[in-house]
């Protein structure tokens, strides 16, 4: 079974990068390829990062982001743009995710990125951030290309799902990139039988 942790580097309740992570867990629960295990993991509970807490021993909350991260084939992390970088929350938890440096639960992960945004460009700074971020933290990067979704308002329902047919099916491009990565690189034993 394929194991895909996603995270939203927002916390509103009704965050639209929140709704991308869960157009996302849709689109990987219904794969035909595979059996695959989507967990969404929560960052909000997060304390902020200090060495001195961490040498203290990790905190409950941080040991299990970090046990998702490591247990996880690859990442989906959907990111908001906040003055032109990724939320505080998000570097906190990919901080906590780093230590210890070299080692970190981000080691030689793959990662796929998302952004989404009211603005016209859809975040793709913030995008940039966080693979930046990721990749210093010695993750690897499943997506070449920004997967942008700008204007993000005028594609949610008043519900607040996904709903606009274009974002659907980045999100769903995005995920089976994801999955047919993570495909090649376990091996044919994820292949389920035709």
């Known amino acids: 079974m394929l194991k895909i942790a996603m995270l939203s580097g927002s916390l509103r309740a009704s965050s639209t990068n929140s709704a991308a992570i869960r157009a996302a867990a849709r689109f990987a629960a219904a794969c035909a390829r595979t059996q695959v295990e989507v967990q969404i993991c929560s960052i909000g509970e997060l304390p902020h990062y200090s060495e001195d807490v961490e040498e203290e021993g990790w905190p409950a909350t941080v040991q299990e ?6 247990s996880a084939d690859a990442i989906l992390i959907s990111t908001p743009e906040y003055n032109g970088g990724i939320p505080g929350v998000l570097k906190n938890a990919l901080d906590w995710l780093s230590r210890p440096d070299g080692n970190g639960s981000l080691q030689n992960k793959w990662v796929a990125t998302v952004s989404a945004s009211p603005a016209a460009f859809g975040a ?5 951030n966080l693979r930046f971020v990721t990749t210093r933290s010695g993750a690897k990067l499943i997506n070449d290309d920004l997967v942008a979704l700008p204007n993000v308002f005028e594609l949610i329902d008043p519900s607040g799902e996904l709903t606009d047919p274009t974002a659907l099916a980045k999100i769903e491009s995005l995920v089976d990139a994801v999955i047919s990565h993570s495909i090649d690189i376990a091996g044919r034993d994820l292949v389920c039988p035709a």
């Open 124 to 128: 793709v700074w913030a995008q940039e």
């Open 65 to 70: 982001l970090r046990s998702h991260i490591e």
